[in-house]
């Protein structure tokens, strides 16, 4: 993934001044050496110039983390901790920041020994509140050095997301296709969310794709698509015009990125791209999202801010799906009822045209639009890459503006199944428990549109953190809630 943040968290102890310095002197060290014993220590930077017990000693850790090269914090409480001096340390960083505090190690040591940190949390969340700083706070923020290790680590993947959409440009072309309203992108909350649009049409990148015509880098691109594909190269004759495609974002991308760091992508797809273009894009962006560059289809920005999100996460390869079509009962009874605790309600399946990374598929092929061939030639259609979704843990999730602009969100965990899909394009067959009820009362009734972010694994924890410090309301962070866990707008006698 070269397309995602590396992430270096400094560990900040701070001390009351009434208490013994040496408890989180020792406190933090003990911490570094149990992360560093568990996990990969080159992401955590261990501040050793001061313990902040004063506003000068602030200036003096974040001067050090810096200069260390840190772009996200941990507070660390090794005692009850100077509520000030460790708020204002989160407020003039630049970068996402946690907090998490010590526990008591022995009850054979609780005079000089006894820390308060657990205490100290409760004033440093009021102070962090009244100051509206942002900060993340574990579900449960004490704990011994082992577990404030595992903390931290929980905290990585989260910094690395809020780290990318400080740096994150989203370039799309074109308005979104008739009838695709709800993929409705109000900008505002981009902006507030530190992320830059740049907003491109279609002749422009048009322009783009005629001047790159017998590019010399093409025929090794073709090379690189022709290896990948293997077997599944089933359409040899567009290749060059796709290899063509691939450069022209690349190259668009590395000049217009500007000042921004990371980037993604909103392309459309239809329905004048094909008779013009002479192809659909969806093998392309299938390749790039491989590279940790996103492309949200029918110029779903949100949709393509939230497999950025999704990429940050899992460090991973994700995709865009329609939340598409039911489970056929007669499919359900043949491979599915009796052999997984589903039922047909808690699956669906997840499609489209031809945009998963072939990474992602149980084995692909590049084929034709079939949708798009009923109304045009299938030579025009050309450039999906098929194959069914492999099976195992999902995530599927979004980050959505509605129209008057409030943030909003939904995660929810589950698998795809070692099923056949019968079907076409990049497909599969997906559970999530209680996703009937998790469909009625949130992707509809909070008017969701039906693309959903999907990241190959369980990261549930981390992205409804995230949601959280970009200042998405918990209660508008849907879920699939589990039975006897009531929706808002649930009919109780139903």
């Known amino acids: 993934m070269s397309n995602i943040p590396v992430v270096k968290a400094g560990i900040v102890a701070v001390s009351r001044d009434c208490f013994p310095e040496s408890l989180s002197v020792n406190r933090r060290k003990a911490l570094v050496e149990a992360y560093n014993k568990k996990y990969d220590g080159t992401d955590i930077y261990e501040c050793p110039v001061c313990i902040v017990e004063s506003e000068i000693h602030m200036v003096q850790a974040l001067e050090d983390i810096k200069k260390a090269g840190c772009n996200a914090l941990v507070v660390y409480l090794g005692n009850f901790g100077p509520e000030i001096s460790e708020t204002l340390l989160a407020k003039h960083f630049d970068g996402p920041v946690m907090f998490v505090a010590a526990a008591e190690e022995t009850g054979n040591d609780l005079v000089q020994g006894r820390g308060d940190a657990y205490c100290g949390m409760l004033n440093a969340s009021y102070n962090l509140k009244l100051r509206g700083v942002k900060a993340y706070i574990p579900e449960y923020p004490v704990g011994t050095a082992e577990e404030c290790a595992d903390m931290i680590h929980d905290f990585i993947p989260i910094a690395r997301a809020l780290v990318g959409l400080s740096s994150l440009k989203i370039i799309s072309f074109g308005p979104r296709p008739l009838n695709f309203l709800a993929c409705n992108a109000p900008i505002q909350q981009l902006y507030n969310l530190g992320v830059e649009i740049e907003e491109n049409s279609e002749l422009d990148l048009f322009e783009a794709f005629n001047k790159h015509a017998g590019d010399p880098r093409i025929p090794d691109v073709v090379k690189d698509m022709e290896k990948e594909l293997g077997e599944g190269n089933k359409k040899p004759q567009i290749l060059e015009k796709l290899a063509q495609y691939e450069l022209t974002l690349v190259d668009w991308v590395e000049e217009h990125r500007g000042y921004r760091k990371y980037v993604t992508i909103a392309g459309k797809c239809w329905p004048a791209f094909q008779t013009q273009f002479g192809f659909v894009p969806c093998y392309v962006n299938s390749r790039l999202a491989g590279r940790g560059i996103p492309v949200a289809c029918e ?137 009937g009820r998790f469909y009625r009362h949130v992707l509809i009734e909070e008017n969701f549109p039906h693309h959903g972010a999907v990241a190959f694994g369980h990261y549930g924890k981390a992205l409804f953190e995230v949601f959280k410090y970009l200042g998405v309301q918990p209660e508008k962070i849907g879920f699939n809630r589990p039975k006897g866990m009531m929706y808002p707008t649930e009919n109780p006698f139903a």
Do not use: W
């Open 299 to 435: 110029v779903d920005i949100y949709g393509a801010l939230s497999e950025f999100i999704g990429t940050c996460v899992s460090g991973d390869a994700v995709t865009l799906l329609d939340i598409n079509n039911t489970v056929p009962a007669d499919l359900f009874n043949e491979d599915i009822a009796g052999k997984f605790p589903y039922t047909q309600k808690d699956t669906f399946m997840g499609f489209h045209c031809g945009n998963t990374n072939s990474g992602k598929l149980t084995s692909c092929s590049m084929k034709y639009q079939l949708i798009m061939a009923r109304s045009l030639p299938e030579e025009v259609t050309q450039g999906t890459l098929e194959g069914d979704i492999v099976p195992g843990d999902i995530t599927f999730y979004r980050l959505q503006s509605t129209a008057d602009c409030k943030l909003r969100a939904y995660v929810a965990e589950g698998e795809i199944l070692p099923v056949a899909t019968r079907s076409f394009g990049s497909i599969g067959v997906f559970a999530i428990p209680e996703m």
